[in-house]
């Protein structure tokens, strides 16, 4: 199975969204939180989404969630949102609202 990154980010390090937010939204779209991780998945299409605060956009682990606040949404999913039509519903419908909910763009890569 062939996998595709995406992030959203803040327009700076200094500027968060709510996560308990954005984790109302996950939840609301059908997404549970992994086992033992930050992240929200789907299984069926595949979709992962983690919630982070980052002090770099460029170097960011799991461990750098944060209950409060998020600057960096770090997105693994199987189907290709930026560079095409979408080809699972569900997978545009959660990436398209989450670029709603907070004023931004998906874009391609971590």
Known sequence: MEYVYYHLKTN????KWNTAEIEDYLKNCGMSR??????YVMTQPF????????S???NW????YDAYETNY???????????GPVKNEQIGYVLS???ELL???????C
């Not at 682990?61 to 750098?64: F, K, M, Q, T, V």
């Not at 949404?73 to 560079?83: F, G, L, P, R």
């Not at 004023?103 to 890569?109: A, I, R, S, Y």
């Open 12 to 15: 700076s390090l200094s500027e």
């Open 34 to 39: 992994e086992a033992g991780k930050p992240s």
């Open 47 to 54: 979709l992962s989404v983690f919630p982070l605060n980052v």
């Open 56 to 58: 770099d956009y460029e």
């Open 61 to 64: 682990s799991e461990d750098d």
């Open 73 to 83: 949404i770090a997105v693994v999913s199987t189907d290709d949102y930026c560079s």
């Open 97 to 99: 609202g989450l670029e």
């Open 103 to 109: 004023l931004t763009e998906v874009l391609e890569g």
